[in-house]
């Protein structure tokens, strides 16, 4: 029988002895078998213990190491059997990393179905309630409710639009527009009139502007005039 075989058994017995005694101070516990905490706590356990094996087999199997390097070529003897020795425990840290494997994947599925039972169990609650929830309400009297919801819904959709229609006489806003400008025509007419109305436009041709010789004598007649204009002006001064 191997060690670790012999480790699993004395753990089981060691187990079942203190359990047995539980047994007997509890006055013979349920033979339904443990529930679902119970067993995902004693996986936990379970995987505790086998983590410290394997720190201790690691820690072993460096001291082994050790041990061989130590003795090397000078003491054969000694150094292989460091080095059987680590096999050996090597063998066992590899058998622990399996069961550790199998023991996660067992407790991860115990939890996933302890859930699911919950969520279940959560569910029918639920359901339990809806359902006397429901046991109080008549259909044929929810119906009826609806129904009067709805015309009562209709009947305040009317009284808004009653409320919101125009009160009174109705008139042509087209009408109201041309009356507009037409007040607006009068206000710029009394305006015009206020400040002396706009110059009248001449009906008759403007004559062009005389242009070289012509012109020329134009401007000296009208000197002429002036100066003359300028003498009389004088004389009877004097």
Do not use: C
Request: hydrophobic share 30%.
């Amino acid at each position: 029988m191997s060690k670790i075989t012999k480790f699993f058994k004395g753990s089981s017995s060691s187990g079942s002895s203190s359990s047995s005694g539980g047994r007997s101070k509890h006055h013979h516990r349920s033979k339904g078998g443990p529930s679902a905490g119970e067993a995902i706590h004693k996986l936990r356990e379970t995987e505790d213990m086998l983590t410290k094996k394997q720190d201790y087999l690691e820690k072993r199997i460096e001291q082994e190491v050790m041990v061989a390097k130590k003795h090397g070529t000078r003491n054969k003897r000694a150094a292989l059997q460091a080095l059987k020795r680590k096999k050996r425990l090597e063998q066992q840290l590899t058998q622990i990393d399996g069961t550790l494997s199998t023991i996660e994947f067992q407790r991860e599925a115990l939890e996933n179905s302890h859930t699911n039972t919950e969520v279940v169990r959560n569910m029918g609650y639920a359901a339990q309630a809806m359902k006397k929830v429901h046991e109080s309400m008549d259909l044929n009297k929810i119906d009826d409710l609806m129904e009067d919801i709805n015309e009562q819904q209709d009947v305040a959709r009317e009284i808004n639009e009653a409320i919101s229609r125009p009160y009174g006489d109705t008139f042509d806003e087209d009408e109201l527009l041309a009356e507009l400008e037409e007040l607006e025509q009068e206000d710029m007419d009394e305006n015009l009139k206020s400040m002396g109305g706009l110059p009248s436009v001449p009906s008759a041709r403007l004559p062009s502007a005389p242009s070289g010789r012509v012109a020329h004598r134009a401007t000296a007649r009208r000197r002429a005039d002036d100066e003359e204009d300028m003498r009389m002006l004088a004389s009877w001064g004097s």
